[in-house]
């Protein structure tokens, strides 16, 4: 079975700190993304990322950025949290150039910012 | 803006009930997926598609092209089926779109 391990469940931060998520997937996997969920609205892609070291911004990339440096794992980087970024952080993972694989998602970092 | 809808929002059913959730979109796709997320947060996916039906135990999915619109059926429902349903649509190669999803309710 496909394993897509987020670092933290939940995580608590202040305004203005550097705040790092992790996420590792290990069945080589080209494509690997980030989401954020957020009550009413559905999953929002932050960043996506087709190979190591590519990334491609989704919808809302402002206030985050992303590091890809091997190929299992994809960190999301708030460079200065703030209250409007407390959410669930969603990563997930998927086979191939295309996008007509299913995603494998792991169990989300709930994260606020005070 | 969300370009894909879920109806209802909230559903409330009693065990053993025929559940139906409905995903409306708006241009043309290249696939459907149905998600099921825990109470945990944790999201698995059920069913991807392009057309016609696909059956999983006691979960059907079934799509028309034509219309734009896509269904969810659970048969015989249970309590462990009590979970939010999310619809995505794919409409590029990488470029999904999610619905706000549907959260049900199973009572025993």
């Known amino acids: 079975d496909v394993k897509v391990t987020q670092s933290s469940r939940y995580l608590v931060k202040r305004t203005g700190e550097k705040v790092f998520l992790e996420c590792v997937q290990d069945m080589d996997h080209e494509n690997m993304f980030w989401y954020r969920q957020d009550p009413g609205l559905g999953l929002r892609l932050i960043y996506f990322?087709?190979?190591?070291?590519?990334?491609e911004k989704g919808d809302i990339p402002e206030g985050y950025s992303v590091s890809r440096e091997k190929k299992e794992r994809f960190s999301l980087i708030l460079e200065s949290a703030s209250t409007n970024q407390t959410s669930m952080y969603l990563c997930?993972?998927?086979?191939?150039?295309?996008?007509?694989?299913?995603?494998?998602f792991g169990d989300g970092t709930r994260l606020s910012i005070l | 803006k969300n370009e894909v809808e879920q109806s209802p929002q909230n559903l409330t059913a009693q065990e053993g009930e025929f559940i139906t959730i409905n995903c409306s979109y708006s241009?043309?796709?290249?696939?459907l997926h149905w998600l099921q997320q825990h109470p945990g947060g944790g999201i698995v996916s059920l069913f991807m598609?392009?057309?016609g039906k696909k059956k999983h135990g006691r979960l059907i999915a079934t799509i028309n092209i034509q219309e734009k619109h896509s269904s969810l059926h659970i048969t015989a429902s249970h309590p462990r089926d009590s979970a939010v349903y999310i619809c995505a649509v794919l409409y590029n190669n990488n470029d999904m779109r999610f619905g706000a999803g549907t959260r049900l309710t199973v009572k025993p």
């Open positions: 598609l392009s057309s």
């Open positions: 241009v043309g796709i290249s696939a």
């Open positions: 990322s087709y190979d190591v070291k590519m990334k």
């Open positions: 997930a993972s998927g086979q191939g150039a295309g996008g007509n694989q299913p995603q494998h």
